[in-house]
């Protein structure tokens, strides 16, 4: 299952995101009557369709793991939690469709109709979004019942269970890293091109475009994670602690980087230390007391600090190298209208695709393996849900290989429909909204 | 008749939308799979291909419906069901990703050698998942799957006489299915030895789906004597509706016609769906757990209905707008992707 998700991780950012830079590129192409724009859409849109497809698969192999995997979750607190899965049912159902009207649209509808007909694709994704980041975050903060007498739910109020504590901070948080991601990425293939020589007007607003939506995230993305941080700290001490490897309860902190966490003796071994520095960002003042692990009993301690915690300074890492990034993106634009012309910010700027995933990955760690020994916080432990089949193992290491063939095939195509489109060049042989001229459509 | 009865009514709806498109899709992937060499076959598979490609996607969620409203409404269910039966629904999975991406995928591989590779691999999925969705559904008939963590046998529950007859069955319903689509769709593209050639194939599917029914029904006999009972007694009625309309499409196809063809046989699958639908009610799995027992919350299954409704009034009108433009023309491959 944690494999089946991380993959499909790596699908959704594009599928939430990438339509919204399409339909930059498709207005903007229409507005200015700009064919590069348009062609840049086009293309966008076959990325976003394709990796879509795969998403489904993955997606749909999800709702099966569900069960196959966790049937202790789903039987106990199936009513508790369905629901919001039940509405990105209908969410993705409706991005299905649009997005098949929007990618064999583009021949014959009226540009307009076509353009209008996409629009509404962020926004069913958002809501996709939202629901399944719902339900994972009422793992991390259930609601919506109360435990009965016999240990099963009862009061269930599903409304409550979809709005729960940690929602708001989850969503925003995930929807600014999948339009950091989307934007980085597909910025980093044009990157690379401008990088080889080609430097003409379709690499540079192949780069501009979601280089520009990525610019707009990431700093808020900063303000974000920074707020989560803290809420995490007061209201899951456990998966802070471990964060940041944080072993004794107390004021003054340092911030340690990297470093290794003993279990047995509830102890840290090298490492960077900034002192006190932990206290000031949980708090505001040296003074403030940061909760350790010696408050929760051993048991109950995520049961592998270390993981949790490099992938924290990863996530924290890369996140502050792209902020420079687009720092510097902004100070030179502002200044020349250009994209910077140091080697260095190319460099980083063709990785930054490959680094928003490397983000993206280790928050999904911080957060999943962070929330361990549970599987519903405080109440049910992993091992209490999942299942008893025999043969998980083969079936994990056929889910392994079978994705890694996905994978590769997924790149494999998405290459190839590179190759084909840097042969064609362009300017198109079919152009967009061809069979019927513009001149036709006006009258 | 509770909320909860309700639910298990969007359930059967879910199943039957599935089985009119999704279990049809697996079928066009099985006339793909056994159309012959990469030359014989190559016009039966660009139909098979320009049909499917538009609407895969859309069938597949009807699945994805099925098993969110069953863990949603019906968690202990669903939990047995996933558990006892990790086996046939693991490969259905894994049936599903190969087909779904090698559909994926297909579309946009450049040579046709690798095409026609990749369509091998998505002719096993075909088979795989309706044989091994049809084999699980056999397994909760037969009365195979107790409540509980992996309660139930993990092997004899499904790999049995019974299950397997109707894990063929359903690979043999969604090939017939297919065929009939695809016979109004070589129709609507006007290629006459096409309509030709998935007629034959329709008419000899459908005879092949006829006797796997008369072979499962003997089987649960032997089985499970009081479904067997239930099958022939209250659902009499739709076996003998499903059995009519299967003739009635045999005879329509022999007789070249192709109007109401596709409506007969949907018809006919349908009454099959609903007869074991009704032969189980009110039993979720069979004799040991009732849908009043299996429900979660009452309040969860009145939003699940709402849900339902809502679902209908978003992606019905949605649905319609494709329709409209596919048919228009106004859709259409892009081209632009796929011609080098």
Redesign the interface.
């Known amino acids: 299952m944690a494999f089946t998700l991380m993959f499909h991780i790596i699908l959704v950012p594009i599928g939430v995101a990438l339509p919204t830079i399409m339909l930059i590129a498709n207005y903007k192409g229409l507005r200015r009557d700009d064919g590069v724009a348009l062609t840049l859409a086009r293309r966008w849109s076959h990325a976003a369709g394709l990796t879509f497809a795969v998403g489904a698969v993955s997606g749909t192999v999800l709702s099966f793991e569900m069960g196959l995997l966790w049937p202790g979750l789903t039987g106990t607190y199936g009513d508790v939690f369905g629901l919001p899965f039940a509405i990105e049912g209908i969410a993705f159902f409706c991005e299905a469709i649009l997005v098949a009207i929007y990618i064999y649209g583009w021949r014959r509808l009226r540009p307009w109709t076509h353009f209008w007909l996409g629009v509404p694709i962020p926004f069913v994704a958002l809501a996709g979004a939202f629901s399944i980041i719902s339900a994972n975050s009422w793992m991390n903060t259930p609601a919506g019942f109360t435990i009965g007498p016999d240990g099963t739910p009862t009061d269930v109020d599903p409304i409550d269970a979809i709005l729960n504590d940690a929602l708001p901070y989850e969503l925003s948080h995930f929807v600014l890293a999948a339009y950091m991601a989307a934007g980085f990425t597909v910025a980093s293939v044009y990157v690379v091109g401008w990088l080889r020589g080609r430097r003409d007007r379709y690499h540079r607003l192949g780069i501009l475009i979601p280089l520009t939506v990525a610019a707009i995230a990431t700093p808020l993305q900063f303000i974000v994670g920074d707020t989560i941080a803290r809420w995490v700290a007061n209201n899951q001490p456990a998966k802070f602690s471990a964060m940041e490897v944080v072993t004794q309860t107390g004021p003054d902190q340092p911030e340690i980087i990297f470093g290794r966490y003993d279990p047995e003796s509830n102890t840290v071994a090298g490492g960077i230390r900034i002192p006190g520095l932990n206290s000031f960002l949980t708090g505001g003042s040296r003074d403030t007391v940061v909760p350790g692990l010696d408050a929760v009993p051993p048991e109950n301690r995520p049961s592998n600090v270390n993981i949790v915690h490099w992938a924290f300074d990863v996530m924290v890492g890369v996140a502050t190298l792209l902020v420079l990034l687009v720092v510097w993106f902004a100070l030179v634009y502002w200044r020349r209208r250009d994209i910077p012309r140091s080697r260095l910010w190319l460099w980083v700027a063709a990785a930054s695709g490959v680094l928003t995933y490397v983000a993206i990955e280790a928050g999904w760690i911080v957060t999943e393996v962070g929330r361990q020994p549970w599987i519903v916080y405080n109440l049910t432990r992993t091992e209490e849900a999942v299942t008893n089949a025999d043969g998980v193992w083969t079936s994990f290491t056929i889910v392994v290989l079978l994705y890694l063939v996905l994978g590769a095939g997924t790149i494999v195509t998405l290459r190839a429909m590179s190759r084909r489109w840097r042969r064609q060049g362009v300017e198109d042989t079919t152009a967009p909204y061809g069979p019927r001229p513009l001149a036709e459509v006006e009258s | 008749m509770t909320a909860a009865d309700g639910v298990a009514v969007v359930l059967v709806l879910a199943v039957t939308l599935f089985a009119w498109s999704g279990l049809a899709d697996y079928g066009a992937g099985f006339w793909d799979l056994v159309a012959g060499g990469r030359e014989r076959g190559r016009r039966p598979r660009e139909l098979i291909d320009v049909a499917v490609t538009?609407v895969w996607?859309?069938n597949?969620?009807w699945?994805?419906?099925l098993?969110?409203?069953c863990?949603?409404?019906?968690?202990?269910a669903?939990?047995?069901?996933?558990?006892?039966l990790?086996?046939p629904?693991?490969l259905?999975?894994?049936g599903?990703?190969?087909r779904?991406?090698s559909?994926?995928?297909r579309k946009?591989?450049?040579r046709e050698g690798r095409r026609h590779l990749v369509g091998l691999l998505f002719g096993a999925g075909a088979v795989l998942t309706p044989f091994c969705l049809g084999a699980a559904l056999g397994a909760v008939m037969a009365g195979r799957v107790p409540v509980g963590?992996?309660a139930g046998n993990?092997l004899t529950s499904w790999f049995n006489p019974f299950a397997g007859t109707v894990g063929c069955l359903a690979v043999a319903v969604g090939a017939f299915l297919s065929a009939v689509y695809l016979v109004a769709e070589a129709r609507r593209r006007g290629t006459p030895e096409l309509q030709g050639y998935f007629r034959v194939r329709a008419v000899a599917a459908g005879a092949v789906g006829l006797v796997l029914g008369v072979v499962a029904l003997v089987a649960l006999r032997a089985v499970q004597r009081q479904m067997f009972d239930r099958v022939v007694g209250r659902s009499a009625i739709l076996i003998v509706l499903g059995v009519v309309a299967l003739g009635a499409t045999l005879v329509l196809a022999l007789r070249g016609a192709v109007h109401g063809l596709r409506v007969v046989a949907a018809v006919g699958v349908a009454a099959l769906v609903w007869s074991w639908a009704v032969a189980q009610y009110p039993y979720l799995l069979p004799f040991r757990l009732t849908i009043a027992e299996g429900a979660?919350?009452a309040?969860?299954?009145r939003?699940?209905l709402a849900?339902a409704v809502?679902?209908m009034v978003?992606?019905l009108p949605?649905?319609i707008?494709?329709y409209v433009?596919d048919q228009r023309?106004?859709?259409?491959?892009?081209?632009?992707?796929h011609?080098?």
């Open positions: 538009p996607e859309a597949h969620v699945l994805v419906f098993l969110i409203v863990w949603t409404g019906f968690g202990i669903f939990a047995s069901l996933m558990s006892t990790f086996i629904l693991s259905a999975a894994l599903i990703v190969l779904g991406s559909f994926a995928l946009d591989a450049a963590n992996a993990a979660g919350a309040v969860t299954q939003w699940l849900w809502v679902a978003t992606v949605l649905l707008v494709l433009l023309g106004d859709l259409g491959e892009d081209g632009f992707t011609s080098g």
